[in-house]
């Protein structure tokens, strides 16, 4: 048994200052999945996604002192993880020159086990709704995420993002609305009246169905150790 399983993130944090080696490879081993997960759906590239999570990671490792413990490590984790992926968004867009083969790019975020296995309508399903979210404006697609597709409440989302909760409440709106029109026809295949999938967060009828996530770990490249 891993001698750190007991101990909280709090104190594997506190370790990892204090100079143990091994503290912030076990907080990496616990949040990494769901960081993952949080920058494939915000920038809908794998390999950008799994450099944003390292930068994330770094950064942590290296500001690990900074926490004061004023939210949860998971937080502050997601945090660093959003802004790492808000500011590649950024640089991506200030150096693209050419539109990008959406179904190319979109067609790697399906794992080979997830192709082979879902019906063509459901890869078609996660195909158009990322292609319709890249579209949003970052700081929206970032909000929108987190609250329709990773289905944090929006109080903790907003500690995430380091804003008010009234801001991410109206970054979420926006972002439903311009991203309606681009998916409404998609709900029409299963001829209900409701949305495309459920979720505690979501609002009927505009919310963002969750893409298939990788489960491999080691999509992250190197986790953190570098100091």
Not at 37 to 63: F, I, M, N, W
Not at 148 to 164: H, R, S, T
Request: aromatic share 2%; with cysteine.
């Amino acid at each position: 048994m891993n001698s750190l399983d007991g101990c909280s993130d709090q104190d594997l944090l506190a370790r990892h200052v204090a100079g143990d080696p091994d503290a912030f490879g076990e907080i990496v081993r616990r949040h990494r999945d769901r960081l993952w997960a949080v920058a494939l759906r915000t920038l809908g590239d794998r390999e950008e996604a799994a450099d944003a999570v390292q930068d994330a990671l770094v950064s942590a490792y290296r500001a690990a002192h900074t926490f004061r413990g004023q939210s949860a490590v998971t937080t502050w984790l997601h945090r660093i993880t959003v802004n790492a992926c808000l500011d590649r968004a950024r640089k991506a867009a200030s150096r693209r020159t050419s539109p990008v083969a959406e179904t190319e790019r979109l067609e790697q975020l399906l794992e080979p086990q997830e192709s082979a296995a879902v019906p063509a309508e459901r890869q078609d399903l996660h195909r158009e709704v990322l292609s319709a979210l890249r579209t949003l404006p970052e700081e929206q697609r970032a909000a929108l995420v987190l609250v329709d597709m990773q289905g944090y409440p929006v109080a903790e989302a907003a500690a995430i993002l380091d804003v008010p909760t009234g801001t991410v409440k109206s970054r979420c709106a926006r972002g439903r609305a311009r991203l309606l029109p681009l998916v409404t026809h998609l709900r029409a295949d299963g001829g209900g009246s409701g949305p495309v999938s459920g979720g505690r967060n979501r609002a009927q009828g505009t919310s963002v169905p969750p893409t298939a996530g990788p489960n491999d770990t080691g999509a992250v490249k190197g986790g953190g150790g570098r100091a």
